[in-house]
């Protein structure tokens, strides 16, 4: 994975890097399950990780050497790439708690 | 499926080559086109490489570029690991005719949460495929997706449009297995490849092993039904012995000189037939590498190639031996026209000698093969199996047109007549050499027990070892007394 890549499309990165989440989404075209996966990590992003999070969504059927490289084999896939150790979660995401054990993200007390 | 189907059946359905040595002809020529073919098999006994060598074949011998889906091992692990078969990966990548594709699944790593596919896996594939324009396809092994994801359903039904999928491409894959307990594969994968299944086993009887390959199925064509030894050595798979569906060989009437003037006479006047198989039973000393060392000299002023297999003597023994009876061997070794191939008898199982016999009769392409003696192979005793491995080998001689020569030692005071009975039924020629005492001399003597259609001597003769060669002489039938 490189991380270059990704540091280009980057927005201004808090002093903090270990609060900054960088994840991205792979998905193959814009089939439901795209659609929903990208839906429901937005919605969590939003809510969780509100101003330390970048979502990068990549459609292995346009860039498929990239489904090689980064060792995608079920769709959709999200990998959390920062902060690390890298996590990898498959699936539509539809469950919102089972998706932040995923990721790690504490999850705030009501 | 039984193998009394005429050969002559016409063919319905395509075939791929595999180009690996003995598995197109236990296919009757190949694995099915365009389909999927399934080879089951414990760890360790040849189905990664059985899977690659099918890619490097293609790619090399008929033009048909590969993809190599390997689950398990590294890309570098695997050109590491066949590099010894003498198959150099990165040269055929480079040339685009073959691509292998990694892919790393590890459970632990993997958190599963809503509904997936794995279309990440078709569109790799897919890209793969259209990069080097894949004809063949290897997947080594499907099952690590059982271990690697939770969702058995998923994996099944996805499996299900992998194989269909597969089909619609047009590729010929091969799709490995682990052999599982009490079924043909651990996950069942035979439910999804139901055109050829092909298991792979590897044996240990009596500290000796052996790989053995078996045509489970094979849907709408005719394969052989047998276990098969099979070799993997510097040359990659070899796949042993060839049996013949039939006894369908041309049979020759061209006969050739055995190397010894009074021998060919005792044979109807002109030596053995041309590719018929030969034995010479005789105890000890009694001159059999002699006989055998006399017609490699035959075959060699024919202009003929000769593999001499040698349980007991080296080549430069037998060379030396030889040259004091005026038997010189040294030209056609020298000039490559002798192929010797001596081992310890020990050093591995029958199946194994006869593989590697086999493997060097197919490289040297030799019109003449000697075994001498057969007896070291067979110490544990003639049964059914030995005698099945020895009817293959006799058979891919015949088919391939060779004399073969075997020589076998009986033991002093044991009727050689009886002893040799398991293997004399296969041989055309039977010679036998024993000891003869005539007015208080010790002589060798030397007699056919039968030459299948040719007219043939019922003398027995003296057998004479001299400087000037060997000579058969007549003996006066009144001076006549056998001793064992």
């Known amino acids: ?110 | 499926m039984s193998n009394t189907i005429p050969i002559s059946t016409p063919r319905h359905l395509a075939k791929t080559p595999t180009g690996i040595y003995g598995i197109d002809e236990i296919t009757a020529g190949g694995l099915p086109q365009g389909r999927p073919t399934l080879v089951a098999g414990s760890a360790g006994c040849g189905k990664t490489l059985l899977a690659m060598e099918f890619l490097v074949r293609g790619a090399t011998l008929y033009d048909e570029p590969g993809v190599f889906v390997t689950f398990e091992e590294t890309p570098e692990e695997l050109v590491n690991n066949v590099a010894s078969l003498g198959f150099d990966l990165d040269d055929l990548r480079e040339r685009g005719l073959l691509w292998i594709e990694h892919i790393y699944l590890e459970r632990s790593e993997i958190e599963e949460v809503g509904a997936y596919t794995l279309d990440g896996l078709f569109i790799r594939l897919e890209h793969a495929f259209d990069r080097i324009g894949a004809k063949r396809v290897a997947l080594d092994t499907l099952e690590v997706l059982f271990s690697g994801l939770h969702d058995e359903a998923l994996i099944r039904a996805e499996l299900r449009r992998l194989f269909r999928w597969l089909k619609e491409r047009g590729v010929t894959a091969v799709v490995t297995a682990e052999r599982g307990d009490g079924t043909l594969t651990r996950h069942g994968l035979e439910e999804y490849v139901a055109d050829c299944v092909i298991v792979l086993d590897h044996r240990v009887t009596s500290q000796l092993s052996t790989r053995r390959i078996r045509i489970v199925k094979y849907r709408g064509t005719m394969h052989g039904t047998n276990e098969y030894p099979f070799l993997i050595d510097q040359h990659g798979f070899t796949v042993f012995p060839i049996t013949a569906l039939g006894l369908d060989y041309n049979v020759g009437t061209e006969r050739i000189s055995t190397g010894v003037t009074g021998l060919d006479e005792m044979l109807g006047g002109s030596g053995y037939y041309k590719g018929s198989t030969i034995l010479i039973s005789g105890t000890a000393g009694t001159g059999k590498t002699s006989l055998s060392s006399a017609f490699a000299a035959a075959a060699y002023a024919r202009n003929e190639h000769t593999l001499f297999v040698a349980f007991e003597e080296s080549p430069a023994q037998i060379i030396r031996n030889v040259r004091s009876i005026g038997i010189d061997l040294e030209p056609a070794f020298t000039k490559e026209c002798l192929h010797f191939h001596a081992v310890r008898p020990t050093l591995a199982g029958l199946e194994l000698h006869l593989a590697t016999i086999t493997d060097q009769i197919a490289r040297i392409k030799p019109s003449v093969v000697i075994i001498d003696p057969i007896t070291s192979l067979i110490s544990q005793g003639f049964n059914s199996e030995v005698r099945a491995l020895f009817t293959r080998l006799i058979d891919f001689c015949k088919q391939h047109g060779i004399t073969l020569l075997l020589t076998s030692l009986s033991v002093m005071g044991q009727d050689p007549e009886g002893t040799d009975i398991g293997v004399s039924s296969l041989v055309d020629t039977w010679l036998l050499v024993r000891n003869l005492e005539m007015h208080g001399k010790r002589n060798r003597g030397l007699y056919i027990l039968k030459s299948r259609g040719m007219a043939h001597s019922n003398q027995i003769r003296k057998l004479v070892l001299s400087s000037e060669g060997i000579s058969l002489i007549e003996i006066p039938s009144s001076s006549l007394q056998l001793s064992s």
């Open chain 1, 1 to 110: 994975m490189s991380e270059q890549n990704v540091s280009k499309q980057l927005p201004d990165l808090p002093t903090d890097q270990s609060e900054f989440w960088i994840l991205r989404l792979y998905v193959a075209g814009h089939a439901m399950r795209s659609l929903t996966a990208i839906a429901n990590l937005q919605a969590i992003c939003e809510e969780h990780l509100p101003d330390k999070h970048h979502i990068e969504v990549i459609d292995v059927i346009d860039d498929p050497e990239r489904a090689s490289t980064d060792q995608i084999l079920a769709l959709p896939t999200l990998i959390r790439a920062l902060p690390p150790p890298v996590r990898k979660i498959i699936g539509d995401l539809s469950n919102t708690e089972r998706v932040l054990v995923g990721l790690e993200i504490a999850q705030h007390s009501h």
